[in-house]
């Protein structure tokens, strides 16, 4: 692979632009290093339009847009691959056969980086709990960058990256099964939880595991390993460095616990055992996010924050958008949206956070997963359910199905603005108002944060109506 003063005039195709600013932070790397590059996706330039705008002062070699050339992919230095783009991409396989190198945004950086890095995956919580241990370190006084799947691209900040520091990312399945041709992993390697996700475009729930292993595989024995003992499926996993465990039972073992009362964190190491006092968690609601804080603790001590710094850390914590974000009260109703949420597992997270009754609008892009056990709980945690996208009518069927022989309130809507009035028929004061899909949302909206944005600006519509 290429050093990146060998990036200096060679030829480099990035294959998938991305939406949303996605692909820019490479492109201007590499045209910054020297490199000539040409973009191509397969979308049209009106729907790349603010990416578009973020690389408009950069001098490239071709933009195509609304489909791929060959040449783009055979006669080229490096070909740079979106994480999205499937594996059995026709292109990919045509760079492949001509013995173009390939990597991706996130390779290129693990590559220049000089720091220590943290990785963190899941299928649940990988947001919140990577944007927290950033947090823990920077109020500790440890210099600390946050990048991956959340705060951008960091390839365009390497020359503040010095040695010394730590680098926090959230790693996908899809980021983690191209570093797994690198034979890549973090000195920390952090796995919130696993379930099924993503098998549309894994194929098999093998592949998708085999994907998240990736941050566990490469490490050696000087490195760190911070694992859900709760997680049946995670704890045999195979591991080569230090674990650290983290649960909310205390085992009397190794690792991170919530103490029996519920009022203290437990760090327990083979020869010595801290506990600190934790006061200011009403931000973070429910247990998954407790298990998230338990997470983000194991990591930061495992980084060299002191415990005792910890309690004050976690108050200040503001939580991330999107993610069980408490939007406002109105009319008597709280309204919450937890747009992030798209796995069956974690709408049943934010169903079991509340014990008001609950009008929940859920469903979105069919993933092939299993939502039967959601749609269970959901049957049985609320009093209304406002249904959308592709799963709307299977989740409506599965929830009558578990209700059986009670009938459950719950309607399909054919829009999002249609979805969200017959919710708000449904409520009344005293009533959580929950977005939590529990599915992806690219059939309805551009993606989760479209989605979320869209239900916010309905509450404050409605609440703006109910005052007039």
């Excluded at 990919?92 to 996130?106: G, H, K, M, T």
């Excluded at 390993?225 to 704890?235: F, G, Q, T, Y």
């Excluded at 049985?380 to 022989?405: H, Y």
């Excluded at 989605?451 to 703006?464: L, M, N, P, T, Y």
Aim: proline content about 4%.
């Amino acid at each position: 692979m290429f050093t990146r003063q060998q990036l200096d005039d060679i030829r480099v195709t990035v294959m998938g632009l991305g939406r949303f600013g996605g692909g820019t932070g490479v492109i201007r790397f590499l045209v910054n290093q020297g490199a000539r590059v040409t973009v191509t996706d397969l979308k049209p330039a009106d729907d790349l339009a603010d990416s578009l705008d973020l690389i408009s002062d950069l001098k490239l070699e071709a933009v195509h847009l609304g489909g791929h050339h060959e040449q783009e992919f055979t006669d080229t230095d490096l070909l740079i691959v979106n994480p999205a783009v499937p594996r059995d991409s026709e292109w990919l396989q045509l760079a492949i056969d001509a013995n173009v190198p390939l990597s991706s945004e996130i390779g290129l950086f693990l590559q220049f980086n000089p720091a220590n890095v943290i990785g963190v995956t899941g299928s649940n919580g990988k947001s919140t709990t990577t944007a927290l241990i950033h947090h823990l370190l920077k109020e500790a006084g440890i210099k600390a960058h946050l990048g991956g799947n959340i705060g951008g691209s960091l390839l365009n900040s390497l020359d503040e990256i010095e040695s010394s520091d730590w680098v926090v990312l959230e790693l996908s399945s899809f980021q983690l099964a191209a570093l797994d041709q690198m034979f890549c992993s973090p000195r920390i390697a952090v796995i919130t939880n696993f379930t099924p996700n993503h098998l549309d475009w894994h194929g098999s729930l093998e592949d998708y595991r085999r994907a998240k292993q990736t941050v566990l595989r490469w490490q050696c024995s000087t490195g760190h390993a911070v694992l859900p003992l709760e997680d049946p499926h995670v704890s045999h996993w195979p591991v080569h460095s230090d674990p650290i465990w983290f649960a909310l039972k205390d085992t009397g073992g190794r690792g991170v616990y919530q103490s029996d009362c519920g009022q203290q964190i437990i760090y327990r190491t083979k020869n010595n055992e801290s506990r600190w006092e934790v006061t200011e968690l009403n931000h973070l609601p429910g247990e998954h996010n407790l298990r998230n804080i338990l997470a983000a603790c194991a990591t930061a001590l495992s980084a060299g924050v002191p415990g005792e710094t910890i309690n004050q850390s976690l108050s200040t914590f503001k939580p991330l958008p999107h993610r069980l974000e408490y939007v406002g009260e109105f009319a008597g109703r709280r309204f919450f949206n937890d747009s992030i949420s798209t796995t069956p597992e974690s709408t049943i997270a934010a169903l079991d956070a509340f014990h008001e009754p609950i009008v929940l609008l859920a469903g979105g892009y069919d993933k092939q997963v299993d939502l039967t056990p959601m749609s269970a709980r959901i049957a049985e945690k609320t009093k209304a359910v406002s249904l959308m996208g592709q799963t709307g009518n299977r989740i409506c069927e599965q929830m009558n199905k578990a209700a059986a022989p009670k009938t459950v309130n719950c309607a399909v809507h054919e829009s999002f603005e249609d979805a969200f009035h017959w919710a708000m028929s449904q409520s009344y004061p005293g009533d959580i108002v929950l977005l939590s899909p529990g599915c992806a949302s690219y059939d309805w909206f551009q993606d989760f944060r479209d989605r979320g944005e869209q239900f916010v600006d309905s509450v404050q519509r409605w609440a703006s109506h109910q005052t007039n």
